[in-house]
């Protein structure tokens, strides 16, 4: 997560598709990004990259090259991803 990015002990964001508010554990978030990206679990010229705008927190596969946005997804996604790796 960003230098600049203010994390309490949990922030709430909106589930994909729904206005219902899910709650995560940014540190346990920012643990699951550091292991994926270790696994390059997105490709080996993708990372994922979190940041926060006010209380809700994003993530982002950016080519390693180019910095460019290859896709935004939510962080309980991120969360199965890692848990679905683990269970491997």
Do not use: F
């Not at 995560?24 to 080996?44: H, Q, R």
């Amino acid at each position: 997560m960003g230098a600049n990015s203010p994390v309490g002990p949990s922030a709430k964001i909106a589930n994909e598709g729904s206005q219902t508010p899910v709650s995560v554990d940014p540190k346990v978030l920012e643990d699951a990004v550091s292991k994926l990206n270790s696994a390059t679990a997105v490709g080996p010229d993708n990372e994922l990259v979190v940041t926060m705008s006010g209380h809700r927190m994003t993530v982002q596969i950016i080519n390693k090259d180019t910095r460019e946005v290859v896709e935004q997804i939510s962080p309980p996604s991120v969360l199965r991803m890692y848990r679905r790796m683990a269970s491997d």
